[in-house]
């Protein structure tokens, strides 16, 4: 495992963004895992950026993105599809017929699941997976007490979740309380995975992925034994490193 401390966010995303762009260079058809959440979104402007200055093309690269609202449909503007659009997609070349995100309106949850696993497989798989990380140590929703080895499927949300995500709804508005994500044995099946975290929030959960033992009780901890992977993270999200 490598950890990168950085200064602030914006050399995070930086980071980040400089990885994917060298990656999807060096091999264009690339398949990307993709996150949500806040600790992208920089980054995401960054890929816009070299996209518009023609520094960089999505034409043949494949995205699948960990995790959906099970209840929400892709015109939701809380569901993970719609970020999506909004925040990388519209405003790229790829085509989205080859951006994945589960499905979250549906009746059949567990098809979907066994889909999406399917899909993945068949396009060989993910070469760089981006993942945020939650306070509690989950990556995707794959939350605390998770199997080390799960595939996708639906996951009931903590309420420590529950309420760290409650800044994205208005107050009356219905927020899921369960997701489809991919598993945590799905997650580590991608070839190099690039991990960022920002703010003193996230320092407990970094502290127990790095240094913590290896635990269902912080998900992220399972990426110690990835063989290619990097947590790229700010001072603040450093604070409690030895
Ligand atoms: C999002 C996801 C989550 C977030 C995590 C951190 O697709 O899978 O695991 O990465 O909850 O969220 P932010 O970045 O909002 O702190």
């Keep these: 495992m490598r950890v990168v401390i950085l200064e602030n966010a914006k050399a995070v995303a930086n980071f980040g963004a400089d990885k994917i762009a060298s990656l999807i260079k060096t091999k264009p058809q690339c398949t990307l895992g993709l996150a949500t959440g806040s600790t992208p979104i920089k980054l995401y402007q960054q890929l816009i950026e070299q996209y518009k200055s023609q ?5 043949d690269v494949s995205t699948f993105n960990l995790d959906e609202y099970l209840g929400l449909d892709g015109l939701h503007p809380q569901s993970y599809r719609y970020f999506m659009n909004e925040n990388l997609f519209d405003h790229i070349d ?14 059949h949850p567990d098809q979907a699941c066994f889909e999406f696993e399917q899909t993945l497989k068949s396009k060989g798989g993910v070469d760089l997976q981006l993942l945020g990380i939650g306070r509690n140590g989950h990556i995707g929703f794959n939350e605390p007490s998770s199997s080390l080895t799960s595939r996708t499927r639906v ?11 409650k800044r994205f709804f208005k107050k009356e508005e219905f927020q899921p309380h369960l997701a489809i994500t991919m598993g945590i044995g799905t997650i580590s099946e991608a070839r190099e ?7 003193y929030d996230k320092a407990d959960a970094i502290q127990n992925a790095v240094e913590g033992p290896l ?7 399972i990426l110690q034994l990835h063989p290619n992977v990097t ?12």
């Design 193 to 199: 995975v690039l991990l960022l975290a920002t703010g």
């Design 231 to 242: 947590f790229v993270i700010d001072e603040k999200a450093a604070q409690k490193l030895q």
């Design 155 to 165: 996951k009931t949300l903590t309420e420590d979740t529950i309420n760290a995500n």
């Design 215 to 221: 635990a269902a009780r912080c998900p992220a901890s």
């Design 55 to 59: 520094q960089l093309s999505f034409s």
């Design 94 to 107: 790829i085509d989205k017929r080859n951006t994945y995100v589960p499905i979250g309106n549906t009746s």
